[in-house]
């Protein structure tokens, strides 16, 4: 069985989750998920960054010790997940003691080898973004362009990692697609913008604290704490058992992607695989970066005050839907604004008009004509064949590009389709003249249905599994699509039996009318 590993950012636990958090890792469960039904063994790493100076202030404005903090912090983003309903295999927090061993031991190793050096060092480091800046890299008022603050000069003696000396090696691992150990950094322009900034140059990191106690003691000089991006970086290695469990490292290293926002891509398509390279490790084969949840024009962010929560969103529309809304508004990759109006209107459009409406006037039908029982019928697939052509062709390309709004719109259009023929057939009208068609058409447009929930199934897991009970279906879904994604070949005889019982359930999706 073939692996695949993905893995999302692990979150600062300063404050509680938010949209954009959901975003990514509902956009990399999407995707584990898809994997699982294409027969991969996945593993999906998520977790918490626990450890920084950022955390430490938090917990002093908050009047808590920092411990205090990350275990009720990170507890929520928990809660998060399993409201989402997150399929992750492990949930990793960098304050565990399996990453302490693992930072330590990796740290040691780039030392031994000559990388790690002490110097004196004196430049502006923003805590919100946990890293140094140089002037230029400001805005004109001399602050982040992320958090708008002004950057705060620091001076100490700490050590330096020997980033300049991986230029070269990372630029063909980065521009050959042909070296072995070709890194994918999506989309094109932020590979683009990686590599003009790579060819000018690179200066070496500071890798360690001296005046912060919050973070894991560096194993050669106790006094010094290991910084806080390279001990959460290494946590994509400890999650899948560095040092201690080499079984499960070897099956599952290098990561097949990172998935994350573009605020932090230069840490992972940068600074991670040098790291990983003078450590001596495989690199990863893909670094996935999506654009920004913007509300009017503004990054959605827990410093600026302006989001919205995951429970909002499932207060209002229901886990799967919140989960589909909040891949398929924008698309993946550059920034977009969000807003009540926006996902409100994807819902109606989307689910309750177009699929909501097929699965209520289908089984309507056939209540009405057939007493709720699957009608027998001959030459039952053709239109499931139809739907067949329009997801091979655009919804699991898009799904393997990791482009989960495009595959949503291939299942809309196959949706689209489906009611189309309804409306082409106009079966009640066949009822009066000609009732001898009806059972192929009812029995069509279940079949077709069924494919499509298939293809739901990563998106919205609960609601598919609920219409594959409700339409009649086959077995198990999830074994079933399974089987199907195999070798995309439709079962002889439709998905569905003839003489199955389905279910009437009332509305699925309830239109909602925006004030
Ligand atoms: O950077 N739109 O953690 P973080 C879209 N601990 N995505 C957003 C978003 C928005 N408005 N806001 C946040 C860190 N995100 C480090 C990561 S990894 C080794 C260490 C998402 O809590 C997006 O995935 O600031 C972004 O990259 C991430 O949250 C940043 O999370």
């Given amino acids: ?78 809660e998060a997940w399993k409201l989402l309903n997150i399929s992750y295999t492990d949930f990793i927090r960098t304050t565990e003691a399996r990453q302490d061993t693992a930072v330590q031991k990796f740290v040691q190793i780039l030392f031994d080898k000559g990388l790690i050096f002490k110097k004196k060092y004196e430049a502006l480091y923003c805590t919100g973004c946990e890293r140094f800046y140089s002037e230029k890299d400001l805005d004109e008022n001399g602050c982040c362009h992320l958090h708008k603050t002004k950057p705060v000069l620091q001076a100490e003696e700490n050590y330096f990692f020997k980033l ?10 980065i521009t050959d697609k042909n070296h ?139 886990v799967d839907a919140a989960r589909y809304l909040a891949v398929t508004l924008i698309p993946f990759g550059p920034d977009g604004d969000i807003s009540w109006n926006a996902f409100t209107l994807k819902y109606n459009t989307d689910l309750a008009n177009n699929l909501g409406n097929l699965i209520s006037r289908t089984i309507k039908m056939a209540e009405k004509y057939f007493n709720l029982e699957v009608p027998n019928a001959q030459n039952g697939l053709e239109l499931t064949k139809k739907a067949a052509e329009i997801l091979n062709k655009d919804f699991s390309p898009a799904m393997d590009a990791i482009h989960p709004h495009k595959a949503a719109e291939a299942l809309q259009n196959a949706i689209t389709l489906v ?67 195999a070798d995309k070949t439709i079962p002889e005889n439709g998905f569905i039996s003839a003489g199955a019982k389905l279910e009437n359930p009332g509305i699925l999706f309830p239109r909602i009318v925006q004030k």
């Fill in 180 to 318: 072995k150990e070709y890194i994918e950094i999506q989309p094109e322009e932020r590979r683009n913008e990686i590599i003009g900034k790579l060819k000018l140059g690179l200066e070496d990191i500071s890798v360690s604290r001296a005046a912060l106690e919050w973070g894991i003691p560096v194993p050669f000089d106790q006094k010094q704490t290991v910084y806080v991006w390279v001990d959460a970086l290494i946590n994509y290695i400890t999650g899948i058992g560095y040092p201690s469990d080499e079984k499960t490292f070897n099956k599952y290293w290098p990561a097949d992607v990172h998935l994350m926002a573009k605020d932090i891509l230069w840490f992972h398509s940068v600074i991670w695989p040098a790291l990983l390279m003078g450590a001596g490790f495989a690199l990863p084969k893909k670094v996935s970066s999506h654009g920004f949840f913007t509300s009017n024009g503004i990054k959605m962010s827990k410093s600026l005050g302006n989001v919205i929560s995951p429970q909002e969103l499932v207060d209002k529309f229901g």
């Fill in 1 to 78: 069985m073939r692996k695949y590993y993905i893995t999302t950012p692990i979150y600062y636990v300063n404050d509680i989750p938010h949209i954009g958090h959901s975003y990514t890792t509902i956009a990399s469960d999407i995707l584990a998920r898809w994997k699982r039904l294409n027969n991969f063994d996945v593993f999906f790493l998520t977790g918490t960054d626990e450890h920084g100076a950022k955390i430490a202030a938090a917990a002093k404005e908050k009047g808590k010790t920092p411990k205090e903090l990350v275990d009720e912090m990170s507890a929520r983003f928990k």
């Fill in 164 to 173: 300049s000396s991986f230029q070269n090696a990372l630029l063909e691992r």
């Fill in 419 to 485: 009611n189309q023929q309804i409306e082409n057939d106009a079966p009640w009208k066949l009822a009066k003249t000609e009732p001898e068609k009806l059972p192929a058409c009812i029995n069509s447009y279940l079949q077709a249905t069924a494919l499509i929930i298939i293809h739901l199934l990563p998106f919205m897991p609960e609601i598919s599994e609920k219409i594959w009970k409700i339409i009649g279906a086959n077995g198990n879904i999830t074994d079933t699509a399974k089987k199907y994604f």
